[in-house]
């Protein structure tokens, strides 16, 4: 079973920065994709960026285009999101996700909405 463990959200003023990390373990294989996701009180959830195993590629939600940096650390299982510039209205709970299909879909530059394994979320929260 694919296990996911968030960490480093907090409160951040505008223009400020923080990095969420994903822990992820249990994998059966090496081919997936790591997404994030975040979702606002009152909205639906909103793709924000994703990493695919095929190239390491990633795709970024034009909100965060420019501003976020998905990234990965292989030996330690562990995916990061940098996210600079912050704005108020990327105050959300964020949550990764996984998923071995996935990785398609990210390769070709969209969000997969299916994913399969997801964390628990952290907060982010970003004061103006």
């Known amino acids: 079973e694919v296990q996911l463990v968030e960490s480093g959200g907090g409160l951040v003023q505008a223009g400020g920065s923080l990095r969420l990390s994903c822990a992820a373990s249990g994998f059966t294989s090496d081919e997936y994709a790591i997404g994030w996701f975040r979702q606002a009180p009152g909205k639906e959830r909103e793709g924000v960026s994703c990493i695919s195993s095929i190239d390491s590629s990633t795709h970024y939600a034009d909100s965060v285009k420019g501003r976020f940096t998905i990234s990965s650390d292989n030996a330690k299982n562990t995916v990061f999101l940098q996210m600079n510039s912050l704005k108020p209205e990327d105050t959300a709970v964020y949550y990764c996700?996984?998923?071995?299909?996935?990785?398609?879909?990210?390769?070709?530059?969209?969000?997969?909405?299916?994913?399969?394994?997801w964390g628990q979320g952290a907060q982010v929260t970003v004061s103006s």
């Open positions: 996700a996984a998923d071995y299909d996935a990785r398609f879909a990210c390769y070709s530059g969209t969000f997969y909405w299916k994913y399969d394994y």
